[in-house]
């Protein structure tokens, strides 16, 4: 089983930046590959970073070069790092963890960019 909590959402003009945090708890850490989510109103919801084993590591082309993930396996905290915001950036931002063949998802942070 695995406990996952975002933080760092908020309102943000465009332009700006937010970092993104996500506290894993209840099995190893370094074992899991890990990844953020987001979903706008009325849209499905959308790959943003995903981390592989190793340092394998997805974007979506939305937010290449402006989006960066991290992890800290010392604070089982998974990052993510989101400079020049855009309106079109504002939604739900979920973490997620694959691990032992189950999707876990946190409970997600809101993003807002505006003006």
């Known amino acids: 089983q695995v406990q996952l909590v975002e933080s760092g959402g908020g309102l943000v003009q465009p332009g700006g930046s937010l970092r993104l945090s996500c506290v894993a708890s209840?099995?190893?850490?370094?074992?899991?590959?890990m990844g953020w989510y987001r979903q706008a109103p009325g849209k499905q919801r959308e790959l943003v970073a995903f981390?592989?084993?190793?340092?394998?590591?997805n974007y979506a082309d939305s937010v290449k070069g402006r989006f960066t993930i991290s992890r800290d396996n010392g604070k089982n905290t998974l990052f993510l790092h989101m400079n020049s915001l855009k309106p079109e950036d504002t939604a739900v931002y979920y973490c997620?963890?694959?691990?032992?063949?189950?999707?876990?998802w946190g409970q997600g942070t809101q993003v807002t960019v505006s003006s």
């Open positions: 997620y963890v694959y691990f032992n063949g189950l999707d876990y």
């Open positions: 209840g099995s190893p850490f370094s074992l899991y590959a």
């Open positions: 981390r592989r084993s190793g340092a394998l590591i």
